[in-house]
């Protein structure tokens, strides 16, 4: 699988940088999400699909196959206003935020984890089974996603 990876741990180290850009008042570019609300969103995605816990699927018009090969190597960045599942909604039933810097550091520890994991992740609630090189693909791409939410 080729493009940007988790794995890589020169942008890993990247993409934590700019995490650690994201500030409690840094300002939404699309979506509902706060940037605190988005921590915790991105903590909770990355730890229900490594630890065996129940996650609603999302079905969708299209084969799960042709989603995840658009998601994860269509030469474009993820949209805007798609839906995520209840329970990494901190509208819902996601993680409620409590403090910004303690909860940022669990977000950075939770991807240096996931980076590491080489098996044992759940299937992707939209696009079912992936390799390892797609999970850490999936990684990098939903963390650009969120953090490009808030221009970072």
Do not use: N, Y
């Not at 269509?74 to 910004?100: C, L, N, R, S, Y």
């Amino acid at each position: 699988m080729t493009g940007e990876t988790i794995a890589d741990p020169a942008l890993r180290a990247e993409i934590l940088a700019r995490l650690r850009r994201l500030e409690p008042t840094s300002r939404r570019q699309f979506g509902r999400m706060t940037p605190h609300q988005a921590i915790c969103h991105l903590s909770d995605a990355f730890r229900s699909m490594m630890t065996p816990t129940k996650i609603s699927t999302v079905a969708s018009p299209l084969p799960r196959v042709v989603m995840k090969w658009v998601a994860l190597r269509a030469p474009m960045k993820w949209p805007a206003g798609v839906k995520t599942m209840p329970e990494v909604d901190q509208e819902i039933g996601g993680t409620k935020p409590v403090e910004f810097a303690r909860d940022r550091q669990e977000l950075e520890a939770l991807v240096e984890r996931f980076a590491a994991q080489s098996s044992g992740f759940q299937p992707h609630p939209m696009f079912g089974c992936m390799t390892t090189a797609e999970w850490h693909r999936w990684g990098w791409r939903h963390m650009d996603h969120h953090l490009r939410q808030f221009g970072v």
